[in-house]
């Protein structure tokens, strides 16, 4: 009767690990990115030169472009870790890494104290964030997918981007407040720090709980032999499933960051929307996708991944134009329209975790997804908060930027053609 009381528990225990140690890694990750263009502002008025203030806020903009750049590198380095030496491996030191571009932004002088050197810094904090980034997702989902049940895999997969939200709107929750509690120029001289500095004590605690977690039984189980195989033959072999994933992700990836990360940021210095009603507007946002990620995981494994894929691409698709027509000038516009647009976001956010993994055998299930994945996000997602300021003020186009936006989410639409349908794939091979 002992065991048979036992073994439940020992299962939830284990159970409960294995989601805390992903989720908070995640929450970490998409956290820093969050809080780096919700604070834009603040960062380019101090470690930037003051005379040209739209010039220095491109310049940051730019540098969270280029935080992109290394992710491509993150995908191989970790995604080689992963694949050879484990999955619990890569994500502890790309937690870890993390957690140290926080602490150097945090601590970053100002550009009137040390000048150029500022910018520099907060370039090197941004290349070891976008390095650590690049391998984080790839590591993660891997894991988690591996762990989940195959009949439930979808649902599990949801984590990815609940977790990931949920550091995002603690950072947005955490500007919020800042901005009510704090002065203007408290917030330039010190308070824009904060949230930094948090992120640097959340990812060392990420490090200790993902220390704790078991290898994967999958990882485990393969054989000597295949992890020692050469990876660039195997990456090569597998071209087809990369190029896939860079096709369903060039979609999602700008559609995301455009309604789920940097919509309150846009709304505030486009728009001219009070930086606190925006920042609560965003959080409502959140809210909504966060509830809507459960009930597209358990979806796709009832009828399916690509039906939910479809439904995701078209619906956010056909909404784009009318949401961004319906926002103009007012922070409930912006919560109505950021929160439509990420329930449809949120079937592809839901289940592309699983999506990944099934197209990929676990020899090289992390480095395949994480080096087209991490391309693709630099190429599509890192750019596209500074095409849409670029295009939407400087040159006084944003519907030109709204047009790409809806011709990536066809294009991801059409890849959904090209892969299997994976639902329930056992993935130990």
């Known amino acids: ?37 919700t604070f834009t502002p603040f960062i380019a008025s101090q470690l930037f030169s003051k005379s040209d203030p739209a010039s220095a806020v491109l310049s940051t903009l730019a540098i969270f472009a280029v935080g992109f750049v290394a992710r491509p590198f993150g995908g191989f380095l970790f995604g080689w870790i992963g694949d050879r030496i484990g999955r619990k491996a890569s994500m502890t030191l790309a937690v870890g890494l993390a957690s140290l571009g926080s602490l150097m932004i945090g601590i970053a002088p100002t550009f009137a104290a040390v000048g150029a050197w500022a910018s520099f810094m907060l370039l090197v904090a941004r290349l070891v964030q976008g390095l650590a980034h690049g391998g984080e997702l790839p590591s993660s989902q891997t894991y988690l997918s591996e762990m989940a049940p195959k009949e439930h895999r979808g649902f599990w997969a949801t984590l990815i981007y609940t977790s990931g939200t949920v550091g995002i709107l603690f950072g947005t929750l955490l500007g919020a407040v800042l901005n009510m509690a704090l002065s203007t120029e408290a917030m330039n001289a010190w308070g824009w720090r904060l949230p930094f500095l948090i992120g640097a004590v959340m990812g060392l605690y990420g490090l200790i709980m993902r220390s704790r977690l078991h290898e994967s039984d999958v990882f485990e189980g393969e054989a000597s032999a295949e992890k020692r195989a050469p990876i660039w033959p195997q990456i090569v072999r597998h071209r087809k499933q990369a190029v896939q994933v860079i096709g369903l992700t060039v979609g999602l990836t700008v559609i995301y960051y455009i309604w789920g990360v940097v919509a309150p940021s846009y709304a505030t210095t486009a728009l001219k929307i009070d930086r606190g009603e925006a920042l609560w507007a965003g959080v409502v946002g959140n809210i909504v996708f966060i509830a809507a990620l459960p009930f597209w995981g358990k979806l796709a494994d009832r009828i399916g991944r690509k039906k939910v894929l479809w439904s995701g691409a078209i619906g956010a698709g056909v909404l784009h134009f009318p949401m961004t027509a319906l926002l103009k000038d007012s922070a409930w516009q912006l919560a109505v329209s950021m929160s439509v647009m990420l329930i449809f976001i949120a079937a592809s956010a839901a289940i592309v975790p699983a999506v990944y993994a099934e197209l990929f055998p676990t020899s090289i299930r992390t480095v395949g997804v994480g080096v087209p994945y991490s391309i693709c996000v630099a190429l599509f997602g890192g750019t596209a908060p500074y095409l849409q300021q670029w295009l939407g003020t400087s040159m006084q186009m944003p519907q030109l930027f709204n047009v790409y936006a809806v011709v990536l989410l066809a294009v991801s639409a059409v890849f959904v053609f090209t892969i299997p349908e994976t639902k329930g794939k056992d993935l130990s091979f």
């Not at 020992?10 to 809080?35: C, F, M, P, Q």
Request: hydrophobic share 35%; proline share 3%.
């Open 1 to 37: 009767m002992t065991s048979t009381v036992s073994q439940p528990t020992a299962t939830r225990t284990s159970t409960r690990k294995t989601l805390v140690g992903t989720g908070i890694g995640n929450a970490v990750e998409w956290y820093d990115w969050a809080i780096y263009a």
